[in-house]
């Protein structure tokens, strides 16, 4: 029955693919979105219309997600620009990335075997560009800055791109069709990408009287160690932890953790 099936609970952010529901489809188990945010474009963006009229100047442009790759090109195309492959390299992390760049026909993609940050800044560091090699980073408003912290150490012009942000999301009714679910299943599993992600989470089910109780028999899976300690730290175990951070592995994780019960 539904009620002794386990439910695994995506809260990546609204729109765009994510690469853990299609893995753990694929295994056929059973996923509830439950975004905690929402992807919102900048629209004050003036430095769009120079930077793309300078583009013959870059070396390479770096994309970390497949939305990134969406707004970039739309860009382009309302600005009437072309993106010449012969003389600048189009770097992706991760397969969902890289695969939506080669939909809009560009099919010579640099990237790394591991989809992580990490990863890329080795790659760059095997690529060995000339020092004061221009790179654009077409991205979300706030990151890690592990990228722009490790390629300015590399001595890579690297020319940040903010296109959009994440906004707070929070959508009434599907609280309370998770509260139903989490009233009903054996095992419900939420995961998070990041430490926001579990904040912002913890702030919504504090909104429901029902749901904070339910949590204590729920479980909870991190994509990494940072993100761990911060569910940790609210006294919640976390049995399921990534071994790499990217959502190939973390979808092996759950089944792993699946497996054994």
Not at 82 to 109: F, V
Not at 176 to 194: D, G
């Amino acid at each position: 029955s539904g009620v002794s099936r386990p439910l695994v609970v995506i809260t990546r952010p609204t729109g765009g693919v994510c690469q853990l529901t299609q893995k753990l489809k694929a295994q056929k188990i059973e996923v509830f979105h439950f975004p905690l945010f929402k992807r919102v474009l900048l629209t004050n963006r003036i430095e769009v219309p120079s930077i793309l009229d300078k583009l013959d100047e870059f070396a390479a442009i770096l994309f970390t997600s497949a939305h990134s790759v969406d707004i970039f090109f739309d860009l382009l195309k309302t600005e009437k620009k072309e993106l010449n492959q012969k003389s600048i390299a189009l770097m992706a992390i991760g397969a969902a990335t890289a695969a939506r760049i080669k939909t809009l026909g560009y099919p010579k993609i640099l990237s790394p075997n591991k989809a992580n940050s990490e990863s890329m800044i080795e790659f760059f560091q095997i690529l060995a560009l000339p020092r004061g090699s221009k790179v654009l980073y077409p991205k979300v408003n706030v990151t890690r800055g592990l990228i722009e912290a490790n390629l300015l150490r590399l001595g890579i012009n690297l020319i940040s791109l903010s296109l959009y942000k994440l906004a707070p999301h929070r959508d009434e009714k599907l609280l309370q069709k998770l509260v139903s679910e989490m009233q009903t299943r054996h095992l419900l599993i939420f995961t998070f990408f990041s430490s926001s992600a579990f904040t912002q989470f913890f702030e919504v089910m504090a909104t429901s009287r029902d749901a904070l109780p339910l949590l204590k028999t729920a479980v909870f899976a991190a994509l990494g160690p940072v993100t761990q300690k911060t569910i940790e730290a609210k006294g919640y175990a976390v049995p399921i932890v990534a071994a790499e951070a990217n959502a190939l592995s973390f979808a092996d994780a759950i089944q792993e953790y699946l497996n054994r019960q």
